[in-house]
């Protein structure tokens, strides 16, 4: 059985972690390259809103019998298969996670404006994401 309480609190941590998100992009593009500090909260608080919507994504799928998914990845498109996300979306959104373990594991070295673009502009599915998620809970509770 999904445990509303366990997802409703990682939605609220991806809350939190966007005002973050937000706060830093106030900052222009300059600004963010020229201070590490900057730089650095910004791949962490991405690394942090990744990571909750990953044990999200794992729960509902553990939880619901839904197929277990080859990679973190693959979790959107399982959610997808079961009608919890919009397939269109989840093309979208699904790379996040590869963003992601370039930026934690350094596997190739990241263009920092290509970063920021993206970030800048895909920012608004990290919303979309927590509204499905909760229109989910809402939909599915007793």
Do not use: C
């Not at 799928?61 to 498109?77: A, D, K, L, W």
């Not at 397939?87 to 996040?96: G, Q, S, W």
Request: avoid cysteine; hydrophobic fraction near 40%.
């Amino acid at each position: 059985m999904i445990d509303k309480t366990f997802v409703e609190t990682k939605l609220f941590y991806i809350q939190s972690y966007f005002t973050e998100l937000e706060k830093i992009l106030n900052y222009s593009n300059q600004e963010i390259k020229k201070d590490f500090l900057k730089l650095r909260a910004l791949e962490r608080v991405l690394q942090l809103i990744v990571d909750e919507i990953v044990d999200i994504n794992n729960h509902i799928i553990r939880y619901s019998n839904f197929r277990v998914p080859e990679n973190f990845q693959s979790s959107f498109m399982v959610l997808a298969e079961n009608n919890i996300l919009p397939r269109t979306f989840v093309m979208k959104i699904a790379p996040i996670v590869g963003l992601r373990n370039r930026l934690v594991h350094r596997y190739e070295k990241v263009d920092v404006d290509v970063l920021l673009s993206a970030v800048r502009k895909d920012k608004e599915d990290i919303k979309r994401y927590v509204k499905y998620i909760f229109e989910f809970l809402q939909q599915n509770s007793d």
